[in-house]
């Protein structure tokens, strides 16, 4: 339970979910995110210290997995633009264009990593 609180805090502390929100023009349901949050981390703590099986169907899996990998992803993406990495890696290497090819190999990258990984 205190690593998933420190790393909600975490989250919570860099304005992740009120950037990402502000990204996506659904800033007026922070609040549900937020909420959602709360309530999946809650769960997700009761799930794993009381051990309960989820029976799930082989499309739950999938749309569960396709979630967490957006997820994660939106959360790596936030972090990074919370950081300027992007802005500063393309002032560095003075790049005039291309700049959508460099967003299309970060996600390939991570999902090649993923399927190398889970293979």
């Known amino acids: 339970m205190a690593v998933a609180g420190g790393l909600f805090g975490f989250i919570t502390m860099l304005g992740i979910i009120p950037r990402l929100a502000a990204r996506t023009h ?42 967490s990998g957006i997820f994660v992803g939106c959360l790596g993406m936030a972090l ?12 560095r290497f003075r790049l005039k264009e291309g700049f959508p090819f460099i967003v299309l190999g970060i996600a390939l990258g991570k999902a090649a990593g993923t399927l190398y990984q889970w293979f």
Do not use: C, D, F, K
């Open 26 to 67: 659904t800033a007026r349901h922070i609040l549900l995110y937020e909420s959602a949050i709360i309530a999946g981390a809650s769960l997700g703590n009761i799930w794993l210290i009381y051990n309960t099986p989820v029976p799930l169907s082989w499309t739950l899996l999938v749309l569960y997995g396709v979630m």
């Open 80 to 91: 990074a633009e919370n950081l300027r990495v992007l802005p500063i890696m393309i002032h």
